[in-house]
Each structure stands twice: as structure tokens, then as C-alpha cells.
């Protein structure tokens, strides 16, 4: 199960390192910068149709992300 606590920080720890800013993640996965705010905040959690295509812009693999 996915720890809610901890993927909203290594989700944005993640688009840190990669140099995104919340707008640029957005745009590439067609959601808005907020609905990345609010993961990033554990408000809520991607869509896990967008799993796959977050964790390819992220360079990790599914199981890295729903692991921490």
C-alpha cells in the first residue's frame, strides 16, 4: 500500500532533481500544476493511469514510487 506520508515528498524531491518545476510536470502528464501541488502535499494521489508516465519523466520504475 502506498505510504501517503512519504510519496508526496519523494514525488517532489523527484521533480527537484530532475529540474521540473510544478507547471513543467504538469504539462507533460495533461493535469494541472495544482493537481501536482496536491500530491506533492499528500492532499491526494496521481491517477494511477498516470503512474506509468510519471515514473518514465521521473527515471524510476512503478515499484520505486509506490516503495518510497
Do not use: H
Not at 517532489?12 to 493537481?35: C, F, I, N, P, Y
Amino acid at each position: 500500500m502506498i505510504d501517503q506520508m512519504k510519496i508526496g515528498a519523494f514525488l517532489r524531491d523527484l521533480r527537484k532533481e530532475k529540474g521540473l518545476t510544478q507547471e513543467e510536470l504538469a504539462g507533460k502528464l495533461g493535469v494541472s500544476s495544482q493537481a501536482v501541488s496536491k500530491w506533492e502535499t499528500d492532499t491526494s494521489c496521481p491517477d494511477i493511469s498516470l503512474l506509468p508516465q510519471l515514473c518514465r519523466i521521473l527515471g524510476i520504475t512503478t515499484d520505486e514510487l509506490l516503495t518510497g
